[in-house]
T-cell receptor, first 114, second 113 residues
Framework: GEDVEQSLFLSVREGDSSVINCTYTDSSSTYLYWYKQEPGAGLQLLTYIFSNMDMKQDQRLTVLLNKKDKHLSLRIADTQTGDSAIYFCAENHPPSGGSYIPTFGRGTSLIVHP | DAMVIQNPRYQVTQFGKPVTLSCSQTLNHNVMYWYQQKSSQAPKLLFHYYDKDFNNEADTPDNFQSRRPNTSFCFLDIRSPGLGDAAMYLC????????????FGPGTRLTVL
């Protein structure tokens, strides 16, 4: 069945780069996403990548996709304390009842310390 | 600003006392979702609407119901909340396209006493 795996915790020093990794199982995934969740809040889309791409860069964020290994990563350059949050990887599946249904990982808690 | 709004942000109910959570959107998206999220877990999809078509996940308990009276509003009804239903409930919307980015509301934190 479909599954998305992430490590649960990552701790980095302010100013360093963070790399959050994700693996997925569904080869039919078309889009893959990174969402950020701050305490007590909903999920906020950070970025997404289409499955025919292998890299996408957006300011401090770099997404790498290895489709062969079904591995997705999110790199945050110059990590700041405001980046402390839970980061969810998600993959999108072909339609169920006419709409695409994402599968989320359990989230990686990023802790940024001074 | 276009957005997804959830009310209330915090809801306290008693064991077995029905509760309704509401979600509204100004994005005019045709798909609306309800998720349950417990601590340190992925959001779990309960059901979603594609326009007026209701799609229930196979493992969603019968205790959970939903209504979508129009494009903008969607409600989650918990008929007889149990202690295990205490969670964050997230509403999300999307267009029914392959790209399918979801836009989430801030969530309703449900406490069951």
């Amino acid at each position: 069945g479909e599954d998305v795996e992430q490590s649960l915790f990552l701790s980095v020093r302010e100013g360093d780069s963070s790399v959050i990794n994700c693996t997925y199982t569904d080869s039919s995934s078309t889009y893959l996403y990174w969402y950020k969740q701050e305490p007590g809040a909903g999920l906020q889309l950070l970025t997404y990548i289409f499955s025919n791409m292998d890299m996408k860069q957006d300011q401090r964020l770099t997404v790498l996709l290895n489709k062969k290994d079904k591995h997705l990563s999110l790199r945050i350059a110059d990590t700041q304390t405001g980046d402390s949050a839970i980061y969810f990887c998600a993959e999108n599946h072909p339609p169920s009842g006419g709409s695409y249904i994402p599968t989320f990982g359990r989230g990686t808690s990023l802790i940024v310390h001074p | 600003d276009a957005m997804v709004i959830q009310n209330p942000r915090y809801q306290v109910t008693q064991f077995g006392k029905p509760v309704t959570l509401s979600c509204s959107q100004t994005l005019n998206h045709n798909v609306m979702y309800w998720y349950q999220q417990k601590s340190s877990q992925a959001p779990k999809l309960l059901f979603h609407y594609y326009d007026k078509d209701f799609n229930n996940e196979a493992d969603t308990p019968d205790n959970f119901q939903s209504r979508r009276p129009n494009t903008s509003f969607c409600f989650l009804d918990i008929r007889s909340p149990g202690l295990g239903d205490a969670a964050m409930y997230l509403c999300a919307t999307s267009r029914a396209t392959r790209e399918g980015t979801q836009y989430f509301g801030p969530g309703t934190r449900l406490t069951v006493l």
